[in-house]
């Protein structure tokens, strides 16, 4: 059977000050009603249904978790002792999978990312599910068709079309993120794609993968493996996994291991990477204003305002810029300069003022 592996973890800070090490942005409602790991249980479904998602998230974020999708069975809700990357979390959500369902085929979903239309979604899910019951070796990774020349996106290079007109091509090539000039090469090639981070394959096939390429890190899965089920299993998961090597599963199994398929997206896909995000998902005013909440606004173009509740932000003559304001901390940001927010962060935690964090 098809099951959603939804990777919920993050520290937080793209989206400050809305967002913060226990509530990074999958926990806010950045583009909707609904919170951004909510949309992404919800677009599943019914495909697959709620007791067959599982979330790996951290101790900080597991509660949340479970709050928000009410719908998961708890026991689905895996919390990893430290953040170790993707090839981690991946695996530790693998050995859970294979002990429920020894055929399991895995949807691996980032749980912040914006995704639409989700019936367009499913029916991408379903081809890339057949693709993968047809040939188990398959490691299958969707590509988004760019857009303009990203430079903070990997990209796929694509190979021969696979038979059968699925828009399925053998992966030629991961390529890293780019300068400018070479990611104008690639949209200009028509042959590459942005990497989104959204993978469908067999959970044993993964395991088998990661036991070639890192092998310590299989060793470690096979102990927390043989301890579930037994009260011994709280420790071993503690001792085990921080051990185990911080690695991305593109850089510990994609880019070493043969068999890699990429499945041209059909479905519109934005990463919500930034504020800069809200003005493609929400539009823009007159002015060219992004506004969302209470704001009223003199000689005011081209911002990104956000407020929250009654709290009424005014603004006189700015332009260009981003206002964010949270309940113990207002963000006021030149608009391309959103990087600088990281720095921001450091400066934060090197004042000790932890509890913006």
């Known amino acids: 059977m098809l099951h959603a592996v939804i990777m919920a973890g993050g520290s937080g800070t793209r989206f400050w000050p809305e967002s ?34 599982w979330v790996v998230t951290n101790s900080l974020q597991a509660d949340r978790a479970r709050e928000q999708l009410a719908d998961v069975p708890g026991v689905r809700v895996l919390v990893e002792p430290s953040p170790r990357n993707t090839a981690p979390c991946i695996g530790l959500a693998a050995v859970h999978l294979l002990r429920d369902d020894p055929d399991a085929v895995m949807a691996v979903l980032p749980s912040d ?16 599910e057949a693709l993968v019951t047809d040939d188990p070796r398959r490691l299958l990774l969707f590509g988004v068709r760019p857009t303009y020349p990203a430079t903070g996106f990997g ?15 053998d992966v030629k090539s991961f390529r890293e993120k780019p300068v400018r000039e070479v990611a104008e090469q690639y949209v200009a090639s028509g042959n590459f794609y942005w990497n989104c981070g959204i993978f469908v394959w067999r959970a044993d096939r993964i395991l088998s993968a990661l036991k070639t390429h890192e092998p310590e890190t299989h060793t470690r899965l096979v102990r927390i493996a043989d301890s579930l089920g037994t009260p011994q299993a709280d420790a071993v998961l503690a001792e085990e996994f921080p051990e185990m090597r911080s690695v991305s599963i593109d850089y510990a199994v994609l880019e070493r291991e043969p068999g890699s398929v ?6 519109e896909w934005d990463d919500l990477g930034s504020w800069q995000a809200l003005a493609r998902q929400h539009g823009a005013d007159a002015d060219g204003n992004t506004i969302l909440g209470l704001h009223r606004g003199v000689g005011t173009t081209n911002c990104i305002i956000r407020s929250s509740g009654e709290h009424l932000i005014a603004t006189l003559g700015m332009e260009d810029c981003i206002v964010v304001h949270a309940p113990d901390a207002t963000l006021v940001a030149r608009r391309n300069d959103e990087d600088a927010i ?16």
Do not use: M
């Open 262 to 267: 990429v499945v041209e997206a059909p479905y």
């Open 155 to 169: 990209y796929i290079e694509r190979g021969d079309e696979l038979p059968g007109g699925t828009a399925a091509f």
């Open 342 to 357: 990281r720095k921001l962060i450091e400066l934060l935690r090197e004042r000790g003022d932890e509890r913006f964090l």
């Open 20 to 53: 913060r090490r226990s509530v990074p942005k999958q926990f806010l409602a950045l583009a909707g009603d609904r919170t951004l790991l909510q949309q992404t249980s919800e677009r599943c479904q019914p495909l697959i249904p709620a007791d067959r998602q």
């Open 113 to 128: 990312h914006l995704i639409q239309p989700a019936e367009v979604f499913r029916e991408a899910l379903s081809t890339a």
